[in-house]
């Protein structure tokens, strides 16, 4: 992993992976978009609102996976001091938040047909709001220093001691009562949803994971590049 | 195709769903590309200012080596 740490050498694979992530995002888009409408089958309870789930199951993987990203580069950042980590931390954030957000409002679009609600204060939900504040908590406490080294610590520790969140965002649904459903994908013994349906999901869920690779790439390339701006200005400063 | 955007009387919540998250994702991806777009061209700005200095500097002073 070190030979990838260096931003240099960062920066020239990043510019080649980027176009092969749009292409494959944009692919994977339109191949899970027509399985979604047109393989998919309606759901014998739901009808055809089940449609929402291609959106609505990717959007709450990659929000709680996105988080767990932050965390933990946010943890190499603080023991090892790696010059990437606290970019690609601070790069995840917006990501994980709109990825959270969406979960947040296609399950309200979602609740309001099959449970007659937009929403209820129970463990899923209440768990799921709570880790969208934590990414803006986050980003608004990298922002709240002066000294940029401060506010990356403080934001990085705040990621961390709010992954507690995501084994209770996971387990909501077994340790609490919930209107929400179970697990039928990622659980013991296997997918209990038909292949029909998983597959659509699948191939979102990996259409939305290559789209965040792609921002991703995107983001830190602006943060290494940020920050060579700063040290032209210094350089500017000093020398003039 | 009525029937299509009617989604069995669903359509009112699923298309704003798939709109959202298309809008959104959109919007993200564009905002950050042009943010990388703007900070790449204040570099090239900056560097074009900075680099006539740097060359007379470079006659006096040891040379800057790598640019890490």
């Not at chain 1, 950042?77 to 990825?99: M, S, Y």
């Not at chain 2, 905002?31 to 900070?39: D, G, N, P, Q, V």
Request: net charge positive; charged share 15%.
């Amino acid at each position: 992993m070190h030979r990838f740490a260096n931003p240099t050498r960062f920066l020239k694979i990043a510019a080649f992976i980027q176009p092969w992530m749009a292409g494959l995002t944009v692919l994977l888009f339109a191949v899970g978009l027509y399985m979604s409408f047109f393989t998919a089958p309606p759901d014998y309870q739901q009808g055809e609102s089940v449609r929402i789930m291609y959106v609505h199951v990717p959007a709450a993987w990659m929000g709680m996976f996105c988080y767990a990203a932050m965390a933990l580069a946010s943890a190499v950042a603080l023991i090892w001091k790696h010059p990437l980590a606290d970019v690609a931390a601070k790069a995840t954030a917006p990501v994980g938040a709109a990825f959270t957000f969406l979960s947040l409002a296609t399950g309200s679009l979602w609740g309001k047909p099959m449970w007659g609600t937009w929403w209820v204060w129970d463990a899923r939900l209440t768990s799921m709001l709570i880790l969208f504040f934590l990414y803006i908590g986050y980003m608004a406490l990298q922002g709240a220093f002066d000294d940029r080294a401060r506010g990356a610590k403080a934001s990085a520790v705040l990621a961390l001691v709010g992954a507690v969140n995501l084994p209770i965002i996971k387990f909501s649904v077994d340790w609490w009562n919930t209107l929400h459903q179970p697990a039928s994908v990622i659980k013991m013994g296997g997918p209990s949803i038909h292949p029909d349906m998983l597959w659509p999901l699948l191939v979102m869920a990996v259409a939305f994971k290559t789209y965040y690779v792609w921002v991703l790439l995107v983001r830190i390339r602006q943060e290494l590049t940020a920050n060579k701006v700063r040290i032209l200005r210094l350089k500017q400063i000093h020398g003039g | 195709m009525a029937e299509f955007f009617s989604m069995g009387g669903y359509g009112a919540y699923i298309w704003p769903s798939y709109a959202m998250t298309a809008i959104i994702l959109a919007a993200l991806l564009l905002a950050s590309i042009r943010e990388l777009k703007s900070t790449e061209a204040m570099f090239e700005r900056l560097k074009a200012q900075v680099a006539p200095n740097k060359n007379k500097n470079n006659n006096k002073e040891t040379p800057d080596g790598d640019e890490a």
